[in-house]
């Protein structure tokens, strides 16, 4: 989901970019071509005041929290024209990360990052690596924070098996109508079925409710009648 958005992605390495200097963002566009993103457990309950939450499975069968930002052949559309995030809309925590990003497996996770991002080629910046040893203040702070989302998000597959497990998700096509124009995704996305949420048994109910995950459920229908 994170692909059309890292454009050089690269290992980072303390040797080979030692040189690189990290500022704060001016916009988002970066982030201009995409159009699903994903967010963790934790961010639901916020993104879901402005933002459209549905569930993507990957090719490896893993589904995921995702937001919606834009249809399938369409740009992130909470972007303004001169690329700042509308005002009141949620940014989700993996755009924040940028120009940082985690991969790997279970096993092992490196810290990746877009050689090509524009806030890292200011002369003006923060460099996140001195002495070719270790990591700045600056860059000991990104990587905290990168390596906190991503495992916030891998965590939240715990939630999106259950529920997948429990079949009450339904494959979705969500339109997005702004003005007279109107935009629609459908590729691998899902949302939860109401009426097979509703007939459920009431000890899977149950069960739900003592894990803690019917507010994240509701969370994410009330999402469903965002505007953008």
């Known amino acids: 989901m994170l692909a059309n958005i890292f454009k ?11 040189d690189l200097k990290l500022s704060n963002y001016e916009n988002y566009e970066f982030s201009k071509d995409a159009n699903l993103v994903p967010i963790s457990l934790q961010e639901m309950l916020v993104a879901s005041k402005s933002l459209l939450i549905v569930f993507v499975r990957d090719a490896q069968g893993d589904i995921f929290i995702s937001v919606v930002l834009g249809g399938d052949e369409s740009k992130n559309l909470l972007l303004n024209e001169d690329f700042t995030w509308k005002t009141g809309a949620y940014i989700p925590a993996v755009l924040r990360c940028y120009p940082f990003g985690l991969t790997g497996n279970e096993e092992q996770q490196f810290i990746m990052v ?5 806030v890292l080629k200011s002369d003006s910046g923060n460099l996140i690596v001195k002495n070719e040893k270790e990591l700045t ?3 000991e702070h990104a990587v905290k924070f990168v390596t906190e989302v991503y495992t916030n998000i891998n965590l939240s597959k715990e939630f999106t098996a259950y529920i997948d497990s ?16 109107k935009y629609t995704t459908g590729k691998g996305i899902y949302v939860i079925d109401e009426n097979s ?3 459920l048994e009431s000890r899977k109910l149950k069960k739900l409710a003592t894990k803690g995950y019917l507010g994240y459920i509701y969370a994410h229908l009330f999402s469903l009648s965002n505007k953008y």
Do not use: R, V
């Open 8 to 18: 050089k992605p690269e290992t980072l390495n303390k040797e080979s970019h030692k």
């Open 114 to 118: 877009d050689a090509q991002a524009e």
């Open 137 to 139: 203040e600056h860059g």
């Open 166 to 181: 429990l079949g009450i998700l339904k494959q979705a096509e969500i339109s997005i109508e702004i003005g007279e124009d």
């Open 197 to 199: 949420l509703n007939k």
